[in-house]
């Protein structure tokens, strides 16, 4: 079974700093997503990554892998308020079975 | 845009009762997917279906079934219900362009059982 780790499980930051969630994952796969879900809310898409070395970039957040390492970040420039959520990263396998990891759940601080 | 539709938001049932979480998408998706989510756990795989009266066990089964009549149509089955299947719930659905854009998800449907 393809296990899935997020780190920080909870993070509270201020607004303008900078920070990184982390996702290692356990076999190989060169597919990985990541999805934001708001309180009481559904998972939306943010990013795709589909090969290593795999760069997204969209407002204050940027995503990248590297599948050697088996390794994603979610990097957030100078956090507003607006970004506080929980984050989820999903790695793919050969099928169509994606495997979540615990969530981060960001809260950004005035 | 897909459309993936959970009946209930919200819903309170008894221990022992047969319940019934409906997910409908309109997208013609083949691939559907439950999941439950609880704090600290992440997301967990319960079933999954591929095509229309398949299904596939995932991770976490137990005190659950499915049903998949037609292809829009991915029912969840809590046959007797228990306290420690109280959870959110999430219906996902794809089709072949899942490595482009991974999965649609419902709206989640929080299931408390009392």
Same mark, same amino acid.
């Given at each position: 079974?393809?296990?899935?780790? !997020?780190?920080? =499980?909870?993070?509270?930051?201020?607004?303008?700093?900078?920070?990184?969630? %982390?996702?290692?994952?356990?076999?190989?796969?060169?597919?990985? %997503?990541?999805?934001? !879900?708001?309180?009481?809310?559904?998972?939306? /898409? =943010?990013?795709?990554?589909?090969?290593?070395?795999?760069?997204?970039?969209?407002?204050?957040?940027?995503? /990248?892998?590297?599948?050697?390492?088996?390794?994603?970040? =979610?990097?957030?420039?100078?956090?507003?308020?607006?970004?506080?959520?929980?984050?989820?990263?999903?790695?793919?396998?050969?099928?169509? !079975?994606?495997?979540?990891?615990?969530?981060? /759940?960001?809260?950004?601080?005035? | 845009?897909?459309?993936?539709?959970?009946?209930?938001?919200?819903?309170?049932?008894?221990? #022992?009762?047969?319940?019934? *979480?409906?997910?409908?998408?309109?997208?013609?998706?083949?691939?559907?997917?439950?999941?439950?989510?609880?704090?600290?756990?992440? *997301?967990?795989?319960?079933?999954?279906?591929?095509?229309?009266?398949?299904?596939?066990?995932?991770?976490?089964?137990?005190?659950?079934?499915?049903?998949?009549?037609?292809?829009?149509?991915?029912?969840?089955?809590?046959?007797?219900?228990?306290?420690?299947?109280?959870?959110?719930? *999430?219906?996902?659905?794809?089709?072949?362009?899942?490595?482009?854009? #991974?999965?649609?998800?419902?709206?989640?449907?929080? *299931?408390?059982?009392?």
């Amino acid at each position: 079974e393809l296990k899935v780790e !997020q780190n920080p =499980l909870f993070l509270s930051m201020q607004e303008g700093k900078n920070y990184t969630i %982390y996702c290692n994952y356990s076999t190989t796969s060169d597919r990985l %997503y990541w999805y934001r !879900q708001d309180p009481g809310k559904s998972l939306e /898409s =943010l990013f795709v990554l589909l090969s290593n070395g795999a760069v997204k970039q969209e407002g204050r957040l940027m995503a /990248s892998l590297d599948t050697k390492a088996r390794l994603s970040t =979610l990097h957030i420039t100078a956090a507003v308020h607006d970004l506080s959520a929980t984050y989820f990263c999903a790695v793919s396998n050969t099928g169509n !079975q994606f495997y979540f990891g615990t969530g981060t /759940s960001l809260t950004v601080i005035p | 845009d897909v459309k993936v539709t959970q009946s209930s938001r919200y819903l309170v049932k008894r221990t #022992g009762e047969k319940v019934f *979480l409906e997910c409908v998408q309109d997208m013609d998706h083949e691939n559907m997917f439950w999941y439950r989510q609880d704090p600290g756990l992440g *997301l967990r795989l319960i079933y999954f279906s591929y095509d229309v009266k398949m299904k596939e066990k995932g991770d976490i089964p137990e005190g659950y079934s499915v049903s998949r009549e037609k292809k829009e149509r991915f029912s969840l089955i809590l046959e007797s219900a228990s306290t420690n299947q109280t959870s959110m719930y *999430l219906c996902a659905s794809t089709d072949g362009t899942v490595i482009l854009y #991974g999965y649609t998800f419902g709206s989640g449907t929080r *299931l408390t059982v009392v």
